[in-house]
């Protein structure tokens, strides 16, 4: 190999790796979002929440940093193979992290209402729930981060645990509103709460599902695992 060809491959390699790290780095954000945002809601701890809505800004220049990235290598290095999977589905999965982190800021703000702040209902089933979304999105990065197959698809299994325990705390916070007017309040914020929980696990499913096909080359079923009405309210 000559020189110069020499110089463009190691280049190359350079900005994979620029890429992998600016993705790493972008879950670590999401990852602490999520984690700052579960922590203003089950703990009315509002200096989480201040966190949570303040990592935002980063994890979106990050997004826009990844697709200038993806750009420049689709445009300049051709990637092939494995590394073109890689490559193009970086796009998709920075997407998904995106999104979280709005879900989580979302989750932040509404933690913070007077009449949540004020309300006795019981959050054992948000606590539960938002440790299993955390323990979800922790295992999907790290199969980003280790290009772990194997990983990603016990994540995507896993999607059915969160979609039923969302069903239970709809129909508990359902049943709240119609023992009590004055629960309507704080119980819709808190169904909206669990949703953003339940679509921040339907995201961590889909870094899964674009780790799995970046490693593999094979796509995951289309129809996913689901836990009994999980479409509801979406």
Known sequence: MGQES??????????LEQLRSMMARMGGLVERQTSQAVAAIADRDENAAGIAADLDPQVDALERDVEAMVIRILALRSPVAGDLREVVS???ITGDM????????SIARRSLRAE??????????????GRLVQDNLRRAIDAMSQRNPDLAREVWQSDTAVDELY???????VTYMMEDPRNIG???HLLFIAKNLERIGDHATNIAERVYYTATGEILPVVRPRGGFSGQGS
């Open 116 to 129: 949540l702040l004020a309300s006795r209902i019981s959050l054992s089933g948000l606590r539960s729930m």
């Open 186 to 188: 704080p119980c819709t």
């Open 90 to 92: 970086a796009l998709k």
């Open 6 to 15: 020499a110089h463009i491959v190691r280049s190359y390699e350079q900005e």
């Open 98 to 105: 995106e999104r979280i982190g709005d879900c989580a800021a």
């Open 167 to 173: 069903n239970a705390m709809f129909r508990e916070l």
